[in-house]
């Protein structure tokens, strides 16, 4: 089945303690469609960008298989930027500068082509503009999937309230949860969130692997114990992409399932953090992913006797 | 196959959120013991306490299969008491007072029926004490498995890198096993801790759950999310025993055996703080932990198609 995808698609500049980078490409929807592109053919686009935003970089989403139909160029402005230093743990980071530049007003357009999509996925951006994506859908996907950040919980929370009854599955990290529902539990925040509206709630818990809460079951998938983090950046939106990926190349969105396709996201998620930006993502062979993902198996597999 | 556990055996004052009480029982070994004691029948307990320690609380270790010949009790002297106040997240807590008492010149001794014992678990307590217990006994048990605590990595490091190398197994939080190699990455501490001396490390990551590192081999254990911690007072000494515990009924130190060790620990932490102090563990049917076992396999069990 066809994802559509909808999210910033950005420049970026990162400093990390292993180094810094000039601009380089990144936002949500770049991560997640480029990892959903291992899992699922119609990978569909939909953002904008400015005219500063270069036909390489275009050429390496389609080589991924991303349709960019929808990728809207708008001409005399430029491309949302964001820059950002990590501290030495790797779990903080400090914006150093953003330019919202084409997002200030990002209207989505759907291309009529995108309109069978069965599966969608509303990257990280503004609960308003998510929201207008599932209205200019003719018929409603089969299963959407939500994406959001402490800065829309801040200062759009009515916008998101009003959002998550339309959604079936919510995505956000330990501390998002928290902030969202005032609960301090996860396992209390996740059942405040799924009176919220999505049925279906992931939790991200970076290092400590995710939590994923469906209709009164929970599954805790592991994150692989890694001796080095070069760049967390993109990280969740590649678990997102993963995650997404395989339930729309399946087609099947059951606990067991979702169970498999957490496993694929965390998968993706690790190789993201190996390299600045989506440079290892873009570089993966089917080869590599399935013995990535043989190793969360080993990694959580035991039996009783 | 028969364990010997030595630590303490004291009294604890607990305050939290939730409430607090009066002088209960408490003490590394008192919840090793009793933990293991839902697993093995050669269940033997060193350790000291003063002649205010009441019979009826021996009678509960002695109800529990624990052989209390090796609890020296020390007429004109008070047992060990520490009292803690924990902090409205229950992840951080304040040392309220310490009385060392009986503590301070523990010298424990080894009846002779303890010899033969296979398994022996060194409770927290001095590193210099520990060692008098390996040394005490005439022939090496088969797996030696060693806790500690940050004070003892603060104050007796060289102690401690002295014992390292005479046991198989240590047991650290994270936090204590970045204090004692330097290392953020639970990855590369592991490694660093391996080459201190014990072959096998487990580091617990409290909800987070717990990993294992056994000659290359990692497994991930997780912990069941909970939505309340009344208090987690003696979790890890609960964890520790139901690991011991298992191997020791099962004479199995494989790999394998050793991540079914590690479920089984788990699941008698999830009780151990459902009540205050060892109350819970005190009080728990097999069929309770069977159930409880069965929601780990659930909670992290997936099929690749």
Known sequence: MSLLTIGSVAFDAL????????????G????????????????????VVGDDFPQSMIDD?????????????????????????????????????????VMENFDPVIPESYQNCQYLMLGNTAPA???????????????????????????????????????????????????????YALVTAAAKIREMGPKTVIIKKGEHGALLFHEGQIFFAPALPLAEVFDPTGAGDTFAGGF???????????????KRAIIYGSAMASFCVEKFGAERIMNLTKDEIQARVSEFVKLSAFGLE
Not at 147 to 153: A, P, Y
Not at 248 to 254: E, F, H, L, Y
């Open 129 to 183: 503009i998510q929201r207008m994506v599932i209205e200019r859908l003719h018929t409603r996907p089969k299963l959407i999937v939500l994406d959001t950040m402490n800065l829309w919980i801040e200062i759009a929370r009515p916008d998101l309230m009003g959002l998550l009854p339309l959604v079936d599955v919510l995505v956000v990290n330990d501390e998002e949860a928290r902030q969202l529902t005032g609960q």
């Open 28 to 47: 949500a929807a770049t991560y997640i469609t480029l990892s959903a592109s291992y899992f699922t053919e119609g990978n569909n686009l939909v953002a």
């Open 244 to 258: 997404i990926g395989h339930l729309a190349k399946t087609d099947d969105v059951s606990f067991e399932n979702m």
């Open 61 to 101: 989403l389609n080589q991924h298989g991303v349709n960019t139909e929808g990728l809207e160029i708008r001409q005399g402005e430029k491309t949302f930027f964001w820059s950002g230093k990590y501290h030495n743990d790797m779990n903080t980071r400090d914006t150093v500068e953003v330019q919202l530049n």
């Open 15 to 26: 400093e990390t303690p292993f180094g810094k980078t000039d601009k380089i490409i990144g």
